[in-house]
């Protein structure tokens, strides 16, 4: 599993806002620097990796969820509610289809044809799962949510971004 970004300037005397604002801006760019990886699809580990950065995000937005405005804040939780859940179909996906290609080699030749058409399908409904990743991404996006978000959290917190690792290790 992916190691969660570090977030610079987070400490026992930083204040709650300002810990707000720094760790969810973190948290935002960390889920997004999977993007690419889950797009490309050939390691079921970078999907993973994204969907375990969204389920941090989401706490965090829970944990911080006192230094926003009520309204501004669910809507935005919402959307990242969402892109938890459109990860987490696919990552299900991938789990069951590993699982039957670990048993592929313990079968019998009677059994093989059932589990392969069973890891058919699931393939099957794994691209169609691809297509709503790439779908919520790219919507996100066209409405250009990160960076609205990040000035949303800038805004409240008065957290500057650019202050922040826009990848890990700082950087």
Known sequence: MARAWDVPGLGPATPFREAAGRVLIVRWRELMSHRDGTLAGEDIEALHAMRVSSRRLRAAMDAFAAAFPR??????LRVVK???????AARDLDVAMDGLRRMLPDLGPADRP??????????????GEAARIRGMLEAL??????PRFERWVADRTGVDP????????GG
């Open 141 to 146: 996006e066209a409405a250009g949510f990160g």
């Open 82 to 88: 969402s892109v938890t859940d459109t990860l987490g």
């Open 114 to 127: 059932g589990v392969d058409a069973l890891i058919a399908t699931q393939a099957a409904r794994r691209a």
């Open 162 to 169: 650019a202050d922040l690792p826009a990848g890990p290790g």
């Open 71 to 76: 309204r501004g804040y669910r809507r935005r």
